[in-house]
């Protein structure tokens, strides 16, 4: 009787041992269940979260003229590719996307993406960094004033094509992060200097390229600026237009103030050239203009970063900014209305005074003036902008690259 109450009780303590890991077993499935469930319920709502905020972001970008067709979804997205269109999407919103027209690209970009995790759950303008700057806050304005106009008025579509593409100029700019920067709008033939809130300083006319001879759109900046330059003549203007005038009468040289040199850069005598021998594929010298007021440069010249051979300067023909309204005839190069007023502000202090240009010293050689720091220059082409004024402004499309 001992031994079954002994076999009772073992039973009885293997049936109880059983049912606790069973038991546990069970309660540790059911509270993985329960997890997995609260996971699967977080997840869809944390979808549901970012979904909206993409929907909210979008509806932004799209009032300050970014395409949002981009950054559609499918009903099977995932909570990652979602959060990743919002990261592209915030970018864009910040920094632009890099104009199609820009040929080269001299500024380092300053790009922070460090700020867009916080975007991914909640929405602010404050991640946008500087939203401060005037023309691009008027010029959305005006964007969505339009919109309004379109919805009865189709042909505005093309106005609000043209605004956007300014819109977006104006975000890549945060890309370099500039204090102050030059902005040459080649359609305008206007230069303007602006501050981090859009404040213009020393507005001015611009002379730009001719149709067959455009000024390239780049961002670049300032090396230094060259007082009575030389202007070493392209080849291709050395050979194609001069040549042929020399060759007819080799006076042409004296009268423009030219000088030849060879391939050491030693002076040669015009006189001892066989320039009837010479063509556009056997020319080998070089063609430099002597510095002065006669120079086609004029007296100030700011050396440009780039390889085009492009640079801002003077002119010894002023009065193409008073006699006629044509901002587009150089070689690609751009003349500036008021270099005094350029190169004091870029050097950040009165160095030329106000008789300067007037001057017109002889026999000096060129003077190369550093500056504080490099001074961002953005050279665009921008149809749609605005004036100081911050009215809507349509310009002549003088390449025809805005249909």
């Not at 293997?14 to 077993?25: D, I, M, N, Q, S």
């Not at 044509?326 to 008021?338: A, E, I, L, N, P």
Request: glycine share 6%; aromatic share 10%.
């Amino acid at each position: 009787m001992d031994t079954r109450k002994i076999w009772i009780g073992v039973a009885v303590l293997a049936g109880l041992v059983v049912l606790f890991f069973v038991g546990r077993e069970v309660i540790s499935w059911q509270k993985g269940k329960r997890e997995e469930t609260n996971n699967r319920e977080q997840a869809i709502r944390n979808l549901s979260l970012a979904k909206q905020n993409l929907h909210q972001i979008c509806r932004y970008a799209d009032s300050v003229g970014i395409d949002t067709s981009r950054y559609a979804i499918t009903p099977s997205v995932t909570r990652e590719e979602v959060a990743d269109k919002i990261a592209q999407l915030m970018m864009e919103v910040r920094y632009g996307k890099k104009p199609s027209r820009v040929v080269f690209s001299g500024l380092p970009e300053a790009i922070d993406s460090s700020w867009v995790g916080k975007a991914d759950t909640a929405f602010s303008r404050s991640l946008l960094g500087n939203t401060s700057f005037a023309p691009y806050n008027q010029l959305v304005g005006h964007y969505n004033r339009l919109r309004n106009l379109a919805k009865t008025n189709p042909a505005v579509a093309d106005s609000l094509r043209l605004i956007r593409q300014t819109l977006n100029f104006y975000r890549y700019i945060n890309r370099f992060e500039p204090e102050r920067f030059v902005v040459v709008n080649i359609p305008a033939g206007e230069l303007n200097v602006f501050d981090q809130s859009g404040k213009r300083f020393v507005p001015m006319k611009v002379v730009a390229g001719k149709k067959d001879k455009r000024t390239p759109c780049m961002t670049t900046y300032i090396k230094d600026i060259v007082a009575y330059p030389y202007w070493n003549v392209p080849k291709s203007i050395a050979t194609k237009e001069m040549l042929p005038k020399i060759q007819k009468d080799v006076a042409f040289l004296y009268n423009q103030n030219l000088e030849v040199l060879d391939s050491r850069n030693r002076v040669v005598d015009p006189e001892e050239v066989d320039w009837e021998s010479l063509s556009e594929t056997n020319f080998p010298y070089r063609i430099r203009q002597a510095s002065g007021c006669d120079n086609a440069l004029g007296l100030i010249k700011f050396d440009l970063e780039n390889p085009l051979a492009i640079y801002l300067h003077d002119t010894n023909g002023r009065d193409i900014f008073t006699v006629t309204n044509d901002r587009w005839r150089s070689h690609g190069c751009v003349r500036v209305q008021k270099p005094v007023e350029l190169a004091n502000f870029v050097l950040g202090k009165e160095t030329f005074d106000a008789g300067f240009m007037n001057r017109c010293l002889i026999d000096q050689k060129p003077q190369t003036l550093s500056i504080p720091k490099r001074f961002p220059v953005f050279i665009t082409y921008n149809i749609a902008d605005v004036d100081a004024a911050g009215k809507l402004r349509f310009y002549n499309d003088v390449y025809e690259l805005g249909k």
